[in-house]
């Protein structure tokens, strides 16, 4: 990855930076929806007495603040990826393509808008996300990220989320 940099003399200048070995996600085909319907002659099971989750849009992820079994989705400029999220940044990972892996991985941060800086620990629109599975020597490394989506498992106790903690 190479970095510009602006010297005194105003030149710009091309120095190399050291990002952790990752690999590009390849465009996925289209996802079709699923038939939530119920059949005929079946009935719907009654609502559940509470709300539903709430869905959160974020600029930025910071990952610190994740709990055990919050969901996270990513959509990127070539496909989605859905994260449920355990204990010290595993989670199982679900990305849209159906010949792509899943399973259990570690969600690890991801790089700036510009793609010159990685940001361990977080998340940011614009950038790409990291993952790594722990059997691979190389983390997988997402296109550009359009939006980010969190639910917590748990009503959380900053409204803002976890984008609101922290700075990159």
Request: net charge positive; with cysteine.
């Amino acid at each position: 990855m190479i970095a510009m940099t602006h010297p005194e003399n105003g030149v710009l200048q091309r120095e190399p930076i050291s990002l952790p070995l990752l690999r590009p996600v390849s465009k996925p085909p289209s996802i079709q929806p699923r038939d939530i319907q119920p059949k005929a002659g079946e009935q719907s099971p009654a609502p559940a007495p509470a709300s539903p989750p709430t869905v959160q849009s974020l600029q930025k992820l910071n990952l610190d603040l994740l709990g055990s079994g919050d969901k996270v989705v990513l959509r990127t400029a070539n496909s989605t990826y859905n994260f449920e999220m355990g204990e010290n940044h595993f989670c199982k990972v679900v990305p849209g393509k159906s010949s792509a892996r899943s399973g259990e991985a570690v969600l690890m941060g991801g790089t700036n808008a510009e793609a010159s800086e990685y940001t361990p620990n977080r998340i940011l629109v614009g950038g790409r996300a990291a993952y790594q599975f722990p059997d691979e020597e190389s983390a997988i490394l997402t296109s550009a990220v359009k939006s980010i989506f969190w639910v917590a498992a748990k009503k959380p106790a900053c409204a803002g989320g976890p984008s609101h903690q922290g700075s990159t």
